[in-house]
C-alpha cells in the first residue's frame, strides 16, 4: 500500500472526519470506499468562459460527496451510487480521450472524498504526456489538510461558497460548520495560486433567502476581491422528485429566482464594486438539468459526453 493510499485506512479526508477504513470496504458519510468510481466524463460547454475556450471543459464527474446538498442537480452521481470503478490507468486514458476531443483542461468534479485515487490518476495521465491544467471543481467543503496533498496537482480552483449562515448550511447542505470551513478553505487556495485568474468562486443565488447571497458578496469584496473571481449563478432548480428521499422530507426552495431577485443581486454587485468574474444570466425551467442514466447527461448543445 502506498503512503497516499494510506489516507482512506481510517479516512479524515474531508471535515466529516469519518475516520472509517475505505481499504477495508467501509463508507462514511460519502458512501465511497477507497475505490475510485465516476460517473461521466463529457466536453462541458456550459462552464465560466475561460474555462469552455473553443474546446470546452474536459469534465470528470466523481461519485460520491462529502457534503448532501438537498438539491444537487448531480445527485444520481453525488448520492444515489451511480458510476463504474476506474484504475489510475483508466482515468488517465479517459484524460487523454478528453484530450484527443480538444479539453482545455481536466475539470474534476466533487473529488474531496476522492483525492488520493485522483492524484495517483492525474500522475498516470501526466506519465502519458497528458498536461492539460486540473480545475479542482468543489463544494468548498475541503479539509485544509487535503487541499495541502493537491496543491501539487491542481492548476485552477472551481470552490462554491455557497452560504455563511451555519443555519442555512445545516437546512440544506447538512454541515452547520460549512461558513467556516468553505471560507478556510478558499483562503487557502488563494494562498496556494497568488493568480487572480486561477481562482473562480462560485455562488449560487437561493430564492427566498438573498440575505444570504448578500452575505457572502460582502465576504467576497472585503476578503478576496483582489485575489479571486467570482462567478455568480441564478440556475437554481427545484429538484421535484428529490423532495422526499426514503419517505424522508428533505428542505428545499421551491421556486427559481424571480426577476426581482436577479435586480437586487446586480445592484449588489455594484454597492460592493465587484466587477472582475460572471454573473449567468437569468435562468428558469429544467431543461438543462443532467440525466446521468443518458448517454449524454446533458442537452448536447452542452457537451459532448466521452465516458460514461
Known amino acids: 500500500m502506498n503512503s497516499i493510499a ?10 466529516r472526519d ?36 473553443t474546446g470546452g471543459s474536459g469534465t470528470i464527474f466523481i461519485s460520491g460527496c462529502n457534503l448532501g446538498c438537498s ?14 470503478a476506474i484504475s489510475p490507468e483508466e482515468f488517465a486514458n479517459i484524460c487523454a480521450s478528453l484530450r484527443g476531443k480538444g479539453a482545455e483542461n481536466i475539470n474534476i468534479v466533487t473529488g474531496s472524498h476522492a483525492a488520493p485515487s485522483l492524484i ?80 473562480i468562486i462560485r455562488h449560487l443565488i437561493l430564492p427566498g433567502y438573498l440575505e444570504s447571497t448578500k452575505s457572502v458578496l460582502r465576504w467576497f469584496a472585503d476578503n478576496v476581491k483582489e485575489n479571486a ?15 422526499s428521499v426514503s419517505g424522508k422530507k428533505r428542505p428545499m426552495p421551491d421556486k427559481y429566482v424571480s426577476q426581482e431577485d436577479y435586480d437586487t443581486v446586480l445592484r449588489w454587485l455594484k454597492e460592493f464594486d465587484i466587477e472582475d468574474g460572471f454573473c449567468q444570466e437569468l435562468v428558469t425551467g429544467n431543461e438543462w438539468l443532467p440525466d446521468f442514466k443518458r448517454a449524454n447527461p446533458f442537452p448536447s448543445e452542452l457537451s459532448v459526453p466521452v465516458w460514461c
Open 71 to 84: 438539491f444537487c442537480q448531480n445527485y444520481q452521481v453525488s448520492q444515489d451510487g451511480m458510476g463504474k
Open 120 to 199: 495517483e490518476g492525474i500522475n498516470a495521465a501526466r506519465k502519458i504526456g497528458v498536461q492539460l491544467p486540473v480545475l479542482w471543481n468543489s463544494s468548498g467543503y475541503d479539509s485544509l489538510e487535503t487541499l495541502d496533498i493537491l496543491k501539487d496537482y491542481v492548476d485552477i480552483f472551481l470552490p462554491d461558497l455557497k452560504t455563511l449562515d451555519s443555519g442555512i448550511a445545516h437546512k440544506f447542505f447538512n454541515a452547520e460548520d460549512y461558513p467556516e470551513t468553505a471560507s478556510a478553505a478558499i483562503l487557502k487556495m488563494i494562498n496556494f495560486t497568488r493568480d487572480k485568474s486561477k481562482v
Open 229 to 243: 473571481m467570482l462567478s455568480l449563478m441564478t440556475q437554481y432548480t427545484p429538484i421535484t422528485e428529490r423532495s
Open 18 to 53: 469519518c475516520g472509517v477504513d475505505r481499504l477495508a470496504g467501509e463508507t462514511g458519510f460519502c458512501g465511497e470506499t477507497a475505490a475510485l468510481r465516476i460517473g461521466a466524463a463529457v466536453i462541458h460547454k456550459g462552464e465560466e468562459p475561460p474555462l469552455v475556450g
Open 6 to 15: 494510506s489516507l482512506y485506512k481510517s479516512c479524515r479526508l474531508c471535515p
